[in-house]
């Protein structure tokens, strides 16, 4: 059997949840997306048996090559990483939920790729941590985004993603996502229904957990060190 700790592993992070919304005095559902970038499809077969419903790739391409040989699998897939532009015709409809929109650009695209009556879920990436090399709309245009994205009618809006610096630092943790949480909150006040907030990885979730996450992306804490 490929990763025989994940079920252990996986029960650790749900205590780990449980215990950090406790602190908080939070009692919604955080879902835990598997994030399997440089695994192979063992890792998500794995996934799937450990009970996870969700799936996250960094890679248009690598997911697509998953997703051809798992479609036994009950799962919803994430993209969770930057999405070029050219790359939107591949993402729309084979992604339950795309992370990382970030611009109006982006999202034309997607809505004009998506087919028929269908709606692709989307979530806007917001750059709380302040860091040039980050992707994410400023968190001043954040308003204005959100405008811009909703008037595309093949796209729906659902929440912000972010991630924080990279840093033990957990006082910087909670800036980037406590950041994130107050943006919602705002925009929320403004009329966009926004109920997901995408925040927290290995090594970070427990302060995104008591800020209010309601998905996080885990993949080293579940699955080990990645091969690629």
Known sequence: MEYPDLPGRLARVRE???????????????????????????????????????????????????QGPLGDTSLAWHLIGTLQRNKARHASGRFALIH?????????????????DARQRIL???????????????PEAL?????????????????LMT?????????????????????RDAAEREGHRLPELSMGMSGDYPVAVEEGATMIRLGTVLFGERTA
């Open 16 to 66: 780990t949840v449980a215990r950090h919304q406790a602190v908080a005095g939070w009692t919604h559902p955080v879902r835990i997306i598997a994030v399997t970038k440089g695994h192979g499809t063992g890792a998500v077969r794995a996934a799937a048996a450990a009970g996870l419903k969700d799936v996250g790739e960094n890679r248009v391409q690598e997911a697509l090559e998953k």
């Open 100 to 116: 990382s929109v970030d611009r109006t650009e982006l999202g034309a695209e997607l809505d004009r790729r998506t087919a028929g």
């Open 124 to 138: 806007v990436q917001v750059n709380c941590s302040d860091e040039p090399q980050k992707g994410g709309v400023e």
């Open 143 to 159: 308003s204005a985004q959100l405008s811009e994205l909703r008037s595309f009618p093949r796209l729906e809006v659902i929440g």
């Open 163 to 183: 991630m924080s610096a990279l840093t033990d630092d957990t006082t910087e943790q909670r800036r980037a996502f406590g950041r994130l949480r107050a943006l």
